[in-house]
């Protein structure tokens, strides 16, 4: 069965960095789309960012533009999120995402980030 | 982008139906079929209840249903049960950032 595992959440102060990783299985990871999507603290959801299949195409929020950096490894069946001069506003649960025309059809269980002195 | 507008909450008793809006534009809603809604229970990760404006992923009870009309796409829960409290996102593809999400929507089952 598909599953998504995010991995490399944890608490960093202002402007530090982080970098979340996802391990896919279940599926043929180079086949599909993926994103990072976040939930802030009883908050919506936020698109953070999405790569194609390839690699070729990525998109980030404009929230995260210039901070944030995706990536895939598809020898290793592995999605990540390089998240530079981090903010007390990306506080959130960060999840991996299976994503088709901006569908989401499997998400991982979620890693928190938190972002505090 | 601006996020879809959903309402806050909704309430229905158990056996009756409800009906969650999703309210967007031409650019994104209104443009393509490409809607979705997601349950998330407290604490758990969103699960996928409808893609493509109408279509139930295999495993999601035939409770569920959507459907679209111009900007506004439209989520029904029948014979509402307790499980299905929780709170409900929409999400629709969009020209200009591929992807937006709803405000989301707090079920309440009385």
Redesign the interface.
Known sequence: QVQLVESGGGLVKPGGSLRLSCAASGFTFSDYYMSWIRQAPGKGLEWVSYISSSGSTIYYADSVKGRFTISRDNAKNSLYLQMNSLRAEDTAVYYCARTEMATVDYWGQGTLVTVSS | QS?LTQPASVSGSPGQSITISCTGTSSDVGG?N?V?W?QQHPGK????MI??VSNR?SGVSNRFSGSKSGNTASLTISGLQAEDEADY?C????SS????????TKVTVL
Do not use: E, I, R
């Open positions: 996020a393509y490409y979705s997601y990760a969103p699960k996928l893609y493509d992923p996102y999400s629709s593809y969009t950032t591929w992807g937006v999400f709803g405000t989301g």
